[in-house]
């Protein structure tokens, strides 16, 4: 294996970083891939010694994710589990500005810290440029972090990262982006001003829905050091094999994000067009409040929507309940389609609507998607008694 590398590798397209980055060095007859490093601990005498610390799978995963990124990357052992070790670097009591829509395992966090009185939680309107200003600057108490993600989950809301990231530097404040949404192939935060992109590799990246795994990249080399020494600390690693997946995941990564991207565009205006259906939020539609900023801040407006049943949440779960080829779950990114109604979860924002549906296009044939979607709209009849979901995620 190659010694730990510090760094990032540098590739000049991505699709080709997908494939190539983390490889082990070319010796005869040595692995084309990284093998799985089934220990724990490591001969001593190296800078690093115990998988908390480095762990040679775990690395070129994270040479993959920092090639993609444009920073340094640490795995975690999920996308909670990332967010967490950022939260940990709050100073106390300080002000935090986030998005008065995030995905709700953030949004619940953030608040608990809030309640217990580690941070001083200022939740904003990342579409509003000026709201955004105010909360971070706080009239003489600017922020210590800002944390967006973009699109929202799952109002799929756009936040402009590059003047986000302006006012957060201006006022000494770090702004982290969740990028999940979009992954690396779509939208490079860190090249709009971002000092931090955090990720579920859960998704779109490790993106076959049989794994749990978190990413932060940064390139502030204090921050990263931080950081890694927030992973040594909880502890909260992922396993030697589950980061080999993660990384045979990204090396299918750019064309599963052009399949899945065009697919979802095709979905979006079908339902836009849909008499049963009374809102869809795709930042690939003209009607997007903030599609001209998405244009100019991705390369692509990405595989989530989200829609609105013309009707209630019993209308909003019957199309859920009538799906056959898409599979009603929670989750996304993944190859296959999948889709829920966010509002059952019982800690879901409540101002999501109850009858909005979130989709995690995926890369089967578009017409099939569609005439699936299309039936289960369609659909009549009674819905079946589901025991709620017990957590709030
Ligand atoms: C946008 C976003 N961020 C973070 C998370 C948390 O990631 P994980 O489930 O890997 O802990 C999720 C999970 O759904 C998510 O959708």
Redesign the pocket.
């Known amino acids: 294996m190659s010694a730990p590398k510090n760094g990032h590798e540098s590739f000049k397209n991505l699709d080709t970083a997908a494939v190539q980055a983390g490889r082990p060095p070319v010796t005869p007859d040595g692995p084309i891939n990284p093998p799985i490093v089934l220990s724990s601990t490591m001969h001593a005498g190296g800078p690093y010694g115990y998988m908390r610390d480095w762990n040679a799978t775990l690395d070129s995963l994270e040479q993959a994710i920092g090639a993609l990124e444009g920073g340094r990357c640490t795995v975690f052992s999920?996308?909670?589990?990332?967010?967490n070790a950022i939260f940990d670097l709050f100073p106390q009591g300080k002000p935090v500005v986030a998005s008065q829509y995030?995905?709700?395992?953030?949004a619940m966090r953030l608040k608990e810290l809030h309640d217990l009185g580690r941070i001083e939680l200022r939740l904003v309107d990342v579409t509003d440029d000026v709201a955004v200003k105010a909360a971070i600057a706080g009239d003489g108490n600017p922020a210590s972090w800002a944390w967006i993600?973009t699109p929202t989950?799952p109002m799929m809301e756009i936040c402009d990262i590059e003047a986000t990231a302006t006012v957060a530097r201006h006022y000494g404040a770090y702004l982290a982006v969740?990028n999940?949404?979009m992954t690396p192939i779509r939208q490079r935060p860190l090249e709009l001003g971002a000092h931090l992109v955090?990720?579920?590799?859960?998704?779109g990246l490790a993106g076959h829905s049989d794994l749990?795994?978190?990413a932060l990249v940064t390139a502030d080399q204090e921050l990263a050091q931080k950081i890694v020494g927030r992973r040594v600390l909880l502890g909260a690693v992922p396993s030697a094999f589950d980061s080999y997946l993660a990384l045979r995941g990204i090396r299918t990564l750019a064309i599963r994000v052009d399949r899945a991207e065009s697919n979802a565009q095709f979905i979006a205006e079908k339902l836009a067009e849909h008499s049963k259906v009374r809102a869809v939020h795709y930042p690939g539609l003209g009607g997007h409040k903030n599609a001209d900023i998405a244009k100019r801040q991705s390369d692509g407006p990405g595989f989530m929507l989200a829609f609105e049943v013309d009707g209630d949440a019993e209308a909003a779960e019957l199309v859920c309940q009538s799906v056959e080829l898409i599979t009603y779950a929670?989750?996304?990114g993944g190859v296959e389609t999948l889709m829920e109604r966010r509002r059952r979860w019982p800690k879901e924002n409540s101002a999501v609507p109850e009858n909005l549906i979130r989709v995690s296009v995926g890369i089967e044939n578009a017409n099939d998607i569609w005439a699936d979607l299309d039936q289960a709209l369609n659909a009549t009849g009674e819905i079946a008694n589901q025991t709620q979901p017990k957590m709030g995620?």
């Open positions: 999920s996308g909670m589990a990332a967010a995030s995905y709700t395992g953030v993600e989950n969740d999940t949404f955090m990720h579920s590799a859960t998704k749990l795994m978190g929670t989750s996304l995620y």
